[in-house]
């Protein structure tokens, strides 16, 4: 059963040695993420999944110890997701963001398993594998992570879209008041045009917490750069 849920974004500007001279601009949705991972761990999870956006040939299952990498923006810097031996494929970036939020407050709390997941996957899959992932220990936990969407402004990866604020406005609501049907209803179509790649693994997060009857709490709601950043805490 659902416990305890964090949600937070996965741009790898998070990370300070990414993000470089700029890192003081995410100050606050650093400490936003670490508030909201901590209340995962007072939740006494026996299990933790990790549930990003990934490309398709970074879906499907991460086991504990999977390792992923920062390489590929310049910084030499390496993550690990949970503990146990060092997985045959790499995070996606979403999760090794999510991997650094881990070792960053020192996650030692349970077992940690990751699940890249595609932005096109139906809501009605979204909802069976958050299922199977509530019903996986007596006491789950989530850390999900994704954006909303890319086109809030004219420098936007995605270019200015007017329908985006509005999108934001109802994911950042459902997302601080655990509205699993509000969550449920985000339309699939307007969220690929958006380029929010946080769709899929929100309704993931639906999914799991259907019955579990969690209240919600938005900490940080902000987008800079273009794209929606959200952090909320569901215990």
Do not use: H
């Not at 910084?75 to 999510?98: C, F, K, M, Q, T």
Request: net charge negative.
């Amino acid at each position: 059963m659902l416990v305890a849920a964090a949600v937070c974004p996965c741009p790898p500007l998070l990370v300070p040695d990414v993000a470089a001279g700029a890192a003081g601009e995410l100050d606050a949705a650093r400490t936003a993420c670490a508030d909201a991972v901590g209340l995962l761990a007072a939740s006494r999870p026996d299990r933790l999944f990790v549930v990003g956006p990934a490309d398709e040939g970074a879906r499907g299952t991460f086991p504990g110890g999977s390792t992923g990498s920062f390489a590929g923006f310049g910084v030499d810097l390496s993550v690990r997701l949970g503990a146990g031996p060092a997985g045959e494929r790499p995070l996606p970036a979403s999760l090794a963001v999510a991997a650094w939020l881990l070792q960053r407050a020192d996650w030692a709390d349970a077992p940690v398993e990751g699940l890249g997941v595609g932005q096109p996957l139906e809501a009605d899959r979204c909802v069976s594998t958050g299922r199977e992932l509530a019903a996986a220990a007596d006491r789950v936990a989530l850390l999900v992570v994704g954006d909303g969407s890319a086109c809030r402004t004219l420098k936007a990866p995605g270019y200015l879209d007017e329908r985006a604020a509005a999108f934001d406005a109802e994911a950042a609501r459902a997302l601080g008041t655990a509205d699993v049907d509000a969550l449920l209803a985000l339309d699939e179509n307007l969220a690929y045009e958006l380029k929010a790649a946080g769709r899929a693994p929100w309704q993931i997060l639906a999914g799991a917490a259907e019955g579990a009857d969690l209240d919600g709490r938005l900490l940080y709601e902000d987008a800079p750069y273009g794209v929606g950043y959200f952090v909320a805490a569901w215990s």
